[in-house]
T-cell receptor, first 114, second 113 residues
Framework: NAGVTQTPKFQVLKTGQSMTLQCAQDMNHNSMYWYRQDPGMGLRLIYY???????DKGEVPNGYNVSRLNKREFSLRLESAAPSQTSVYFC?????????????FGDGTRLSIL | QKEVEQDPGPLSVPEGAIVSLNCTYS??????FMWYRQYSRKGPELLMYTYSSGNKEDGRFTAQVDKSSKYISLFIRDSQPSDSATYLC?????????????FGKGTRLSVIA
């Protein structure tokens, strides 16, 4: 029972490099989400995908792009990494009707931008 | 004012104490309320889930929602060192796919043996 799987778990980048964070879920959930978590800031939503083929901006989308590759996979791309994007990134998924059943999270990708 | 306010702590209590964690919110449309627990270097995991006002109990954990005061609480009875974690409240207004959760910043709890 893998749930939500994120790869890689750790990554160090130089400023200006690009990077794609991968997320896959095996629970047949419709909705998927990308968050970043910074000290003192809590979880902030970057992008989400309510269903396959749709994506929407969250609270902090600037500097990021997403792709909902299929129902299982939702990737987050940093085209030109900046030190301000140093963070822990979490992917989550939920079944239809978010209010009925809450989100399930992966264990995060720890990203450092030098 | 943020939609959801949560005291970040840290909160340190002795083993066996009763712990009270709280969140306030400003959006009166919120009606689904959750508490997540996050251990160090792990993702948040769902602890409690309640709809609208009232209480819900699960073992040593009790979640309370007071919609009239826009205030939610999580109580932990007989706290254990294994309860040491960050606790995040989360809430949403509706049941549709386009209503993401809004999270508090989390309260870091340490239970000392």
């Amino acid at each position: 029972n893998a749930g939500v799987t994120q790869t890689p778990k750790f990554q160090v980048l130089k400023t200006g490099q690009s990077m794609t964070l991968q997320c896959a879920q095996d629970m047949n959930h419709n909705s998927m989400y990308w968050y970043r978590q910074d000290p003192g800031m809590g979880l902030r939503l970057i992008y989400y995908s309510a269903s396959e083929g749709t994506t929407d901006k969250g609270e902090v989308p600037n500097g990021y792009n997403v792709s909902r590759l299929n129902k299982r996979e939702f990737s987050l791309r940093l085209e030109s990494a900046a030190p301000s994007q140093t963070s822990v990134y979490f992917c989550a998924s939920s079944p239809p009707r978010t209010g009925d059943q809450p989100q399930h999270f992966g264990d995060g990708t720890r990203l450092s931008i030098l | 004012q943020k939609e959801v306010e949560q005291d970040p702590g840290p909160l340190s209590v002795p083993e066996g104490a009763i712990v009270s964690l709280n969140c306030t919110y400003s959006n009166s449309a919120f009606q689904y309320f959750m508490w997540y627990r996050q251990y160090s270097r792990k993702g948040p995991e769902l602890l409690m889930y309640t709809y609208s006002s009232g209480n819900k109990e699960d073992g040593r954990f009790t979640a309370q929602v007071d919609k009239s005061s826009k205030y939610i609480s999580l109580f932990i009875r007989d706290s254990q060192p294994s309860d040491s974690a960050t606790y995040l409240c989360a809430m949403t207004a509706a049941r549709g796919e386009n209503t993401p959760l809004v999270f508090g910043k989390g309260t870091r709890l340490s239970v000392i043996a």
